[in-house]
């Protein structure tokens, strides 16, 4: 499976951004995975920011987005959606997509349960 992310630019505070995760490889297994995506500041550690679990299963956010961001997936497309509203600079960061077939619900949130990661997006809000 290989991941491309793509739609991170530059944005003022306040304003949207949809971040794309194209999958390429699982065929029609796509909707079995669960996609997440997570964030990196310089000097921080990854963190986690939402995913949309396989087969119809949950969707899951950061508290830091939560109200702000919108997962959703075409599985048509092979294809998950990051829609992130009233952006704020202390989201500016490099978001990751990844991908994993196995994970239980109780390590959905963790970096190490994904099986698969794309390149990233780089993400910058101006204050």
């Known amino acids: 499976v290989q991941l491309q992310a793509s739609g991170g630019g530059l944005v003022q505070a306040g304003g949207s951004l949809r971040l794309s995760c194209a999958a390429s490889g699982p065929g029609p297994t796509f909707r079995t995975y669960t996609i997440g995506w997570f964030r990196q500041a310089p000097g921080k550690e990854r963190e986690f920011v939402a995913a949309?679990?396989?087969?119809?299963?949950?969707?899951l956010y950061a508290d830091s987005v939560k109200g702000r961001s919108t997962i959703s997936r075409d599985n048509a497309k092979n294809t998950v959606y990051l829609q992130m509203n009233s952006l704020k600079p202390e989201d500016t960061a490099i978001y990751y997509c990844a991908a994993g077939r196995t994970l239980i619900l109780s390590t959905t949130r963790e970096a190490s349960a994904y099986h698969y990661w794309g390149q990233g997006t780089q993400v910058t809000v101006s204050s």
């Open positions: 949309t679990r396989g087969n119809g299963g949950a969707t």
